[in-house]
């Protein structure tokens, strides 16, 4: 088989159950309109974290993320502090930076202990060889989103971004945000369809049986002959998950009744 270079091997013992979601957004409204899908989000991260010790979050948890050194966005100081209930129960947490985690650093490995990756992982567990991405600039067809990736995450872009006071990062941030929307969000069924071509060539050549993806907000099970391709869909429309325990691989949807 041909290891994927230079990505991240993790080991999680089959008997564990792993919970993964994606695509929340949280910011990309104004707030009295996603107060009550940020609540639902809030209780589902309370529940799983009293059920499990894996989590994987699949990036775009945020609609936009800039990270400065020492301040911020207040808009997200009530999910922060939810997460933090990850922290304290001692979950490991793998973040799959997404494209709309625009500058990562140090928060969330320093303070929440987090897993950072910025590229996709190798996930082993029991006898599932399981390949997970946020999904992002998977289609190569895609020249001009990889182009923008490029811009947007190019260290002259972060020293600029940097350099301005935070409010006004933040104005140009949800303009920027709308704009690169355009290229995630607003996915058509080809590109769906791109995505599932893309898991059925890693099961088919080589040799994963799962792949794991988030970004296209729409959740779906697709079997091949030797493997599975399960998308997380997302926390707008959704509220949708994967949960796996033992050889069980679900796609789940929360309603807040579940508790
Ligand atoms: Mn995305």
Redesign the pocket.
């Known amino acids: 088989m041909d290891k994927p270079k230079n990505l991240a091997e993790i080991w999680i013992p089959e008997d564990k159950k792993i919970f993964f979601f994606s695509?929340a957004h949280l910011g990309n409204q104004p707030y009295h309109l996603e107060k009550s899908r940020e609540e639902k989000l809030i209780s589902f991260i309370q529940k799983i974290s009293k059920e499990t010790e894996y989590v994987f979050i699949l990036?775009?948890l945020f609609d936009f993320w800039f990270e400065y050194n020492k301040s911020i966005y207040k808009r997200y100081i009530r999910i922060l502090s939810e997460l933090m209930a990850f922290t304290d129960n001692n979950i490991n947490v793998n973040y799959l930076v997404?494209?709309?985690d625009f500058w990562m650093k140090d928060l969330f490995k320093k303070f929440f202990h987090f897993n950072l990756h910025f590229n996709p992982v190798i996930l082993n567990y029991g006898k599932d060889k399981v390949f997970i991405a946020?999904?992002?600039g998977l289609n190569p067809k895609d020249r001009g989103y990889l182009f923008v990736k490029r811009i947007f995450r190019s260290d002259l872009t972060v020293k600029l971004f940097s350099s301005l006071h935070p409010d006004l990062a933040w104005a140009i941030a949800h303009n920027f945000s709308k704009t690169s929307r355009k290229y995630?969000e607003q996915y058509s069924s080809s590109e769906i369809e791109e995505l599932k071509k893309f898991s059925k060539n890693k099961i088919e050549n080589e040799h994963f049986n799962k792949v794991i993806l988030?970004?296209t907000h729409n959740p779906e099970i697709t079997s091949f002959k030797n493997g599975e391709y399960i998308n997380s869909g997302d926390w707008i429309n959704h509220f949708s998950y994967i949960e796996v325990c033992g050889n069980k691989w679900e796609l789940k949807y929360y309603s807040k009744t579940e508790k």
């Open positions: 695509d990036g775009d997404g494209n709309h946020h999904g992002d995630t988030g970004h």
